[in-house]
T-cell receptor, first 111, second 112 residues
Framework: EPEVTQTPSHQVTQMGQEVILRCVPI?????FYWYRQILGQKVEFLVS????????KSEIFDDQFSVERPDGSNFTLKIRSTKLEDSAMYFC?????????FGPGTRLTVT | DAKTTQPNSMESNEEEPVHLPCNHS???????IHWYRQLPSQGPEYVIH???SNVNNRMASLAIAEDRKSSTLILHRATLRDAAVYYC?????????????FGKGTRLHILP
C-alpha cells in the first residue's frame, strides 16, 4: 500500500540554524500539507499546498517557514532560523480527495 | 469550524466492540463527519467519514444520528493495536485541500 515517507526521522539542530524537513507524498496525490505536534499537545495545521503554491497557512507559519516542491516527488518544509519553541513532531500529509494520509513524522529538537 | 465534543478517555476490553461517541450539536447541513486516529508515536491515520448515512469500511463503522447532532465510531472487535487517540472532526469539504483542525480527541485504552 502506498504511503507517505519523511526524512529524517529525527533532526537535532542548534537554535538559529536552518533545517529542511523532507517528505515524499503518495505519487498520484495533488494536495500536500504540513502539521506539527508539540509534545503532549494537539496536532496543529501549518500549511497546505496545491498546484505549486500555498493554498492556506496558519498563524504559526510565519516568515521563518517556507515550503517547496522542488521536483515531482519531494515536498519540503524549511525553517530558516530555528527557535527552541520549534521543537516538535512535524507531519507531512497528502491527499487526492478528502482523506489525508500522514507520514510517520520528523522529530525536530532545537537545542 | 464547527466544534465537536468527545470524552477525554475510554477503556475497553480486547476482542469486544467499542463505541466512541462524538457530539456536534452545531453541525451544518454541509459538514462531513471525519474520524482519524493517532497510534502512539505515529502520524494521524484516516479511519472513516460520512455525511448522513451510516458508513462501513474495513477499519470501522460510523453511525450518524438522524438529526446529525452526534455520531458514534464503532470498532467491532478491538485489538491492542487499536489503542490510540481518536479524533472526530467536522469538515465542509468545499475544497479538497481543506485543513484538518484536530481537537484533543478520545484516548482509547484497550485492556488485554
Amino acid at each position: 500500500e502506498p504511503e507517505v515517507t519523511q526524512t529524517p526521522s529525527h533532526q537535532v539542530t542548534q537554535m538559529g540554524q536552518e533545517v529542511i524537513l523532507r517528505c515524499v507524498p503518495i505519487s498520484n496525490h495533488l494536495y500536500f500539507y504540513w502539521y506539527r505536534q508539540i509534545l503532549g499537545q494537539k496536532v496543529e495545521f501549518l500549511v497546505s499546498f496545491y498546484n505549486n503554491e500555498i493554498s492556506e497557512k496558519s498563524e504559526i507559519f510565519d516568515d521563518q517557514f517556507s515550503v517547496e516542491r522542488p521536483d515531482g516527488s519531494n515536498f519540503t518544509l524549511k525553517i530558516r532560523s530555528t527557535k527552541l519553541e520549534d521543537s516538535a513532531m512535524y507531519f507531512c500529509a497528502s491527499s487526492e480527495s478528502y482523506e489525508q494520509y500522514f507520514g510517520p513524522g520528523t522529530r525536530l529538537t532545537v537545542t | 469550524d464547527a466544534k465537536t465534543t468527545q470524552p477525554n478517555s475510554m477503556e475497553s476490553n480486547e476482542e469486544e466492540p467499542v463505541h466512541l461517541p462524538c457530539n456536534h450539536s452545531t453541525i451544518s447541513g454541509t459538514d462531513y463527519i471525519h474520524w482519524y486516529r493517532q497510534l502512539p508515536s505515529q502520524g494521524p491515520e484516516y479511519v472513516i467519514h460520512g455525511l448522513t448515512s451510516n458508513v462501513n469500511n474495513r477499519m470501522a463503522s460510523l453511525a450518524i444520528a438522524e438529526d446529525r447532532k452526534s455520531s458514534t465510531l464503532i470498532l467491532h472487535r478491538a485489538t491492542l493495536r487499536d489503542a490510540a487517540v481518536y479524533y472526530c472532526i467536522l469538515s465542509e469539504q468545499m475544497n479538497r485541500d481543506d485543513k484538518i483542525i484536530f481537537g484533543k480527541g478520545t484516548r482509547l485504552h484497550i485492556l488485554p
